[in-house]
Nanobody, 123 residues
Framework: QVQLVESGGGLVQAGGSLRLSCKAS????????IGWFRRPPGKDREFVAT????????RLADTLKGRFTVSRDRAENTVYLEMNNLNPEDTAVYYC????????????????WGQGTQVTVSS
């Protein structure tokens, strides 16, 4: 089973940017989708973005469109989450996971969760 490792989190001021990485331990099969989710402090995990490995088809949470983008580098077996104009409400642990349902936005369609990477946005 593919293992995923997130990285790139940290402390950033409001208005700043971060790029998170989700690197797979082995080759990602073309039928795979990679999802990004986040868990804000004291809240449930919520959908951020998903991208299909084969063709890059993607969906983003409506509230994040225009600030977040998701991309993949097939040569590096890595999916990226570019986050711009961050605000304190983006503070969360960010996770990636694998799935096989194209465009899925619900946690239940994903497995193989990484350990997460903490993003903290100061005001």
């Amino acid at each position: 089973q593919v293992q995923l490792v997130e990285s790139g989190g940290g402390l950033v001021q409001a208005g700043g940017s971060l790029r998170l990485s989700c690197k797979a331990s082995t080759r990602i099969y073309t039928s795979t989708v990679i999802g990004w989710f986040r868990r804000p402090p004291g809240k449930d995990r919520e959908f951020v973005a998903t991208i299909a490995w084969r063709d890059g088809y993607q969906r983003l949470a409506d509230t994040l469109k225009g600030r977040f983008t998701v991309s993949r580098d097939r040569a590096e077996n890595t999916v990226y989450l570019e986050m711009n104009n961050l605000n304190p409400e983006d503070t969360a642990v960010y996770y990636c996971a694998t799935g096989s349902t194209r465009g899925a936005m619900e946690e239940l369609w994903y497995k193989g969760w990484g350990q997460g990477t903490q993003v903290t946005v100061s005001s």
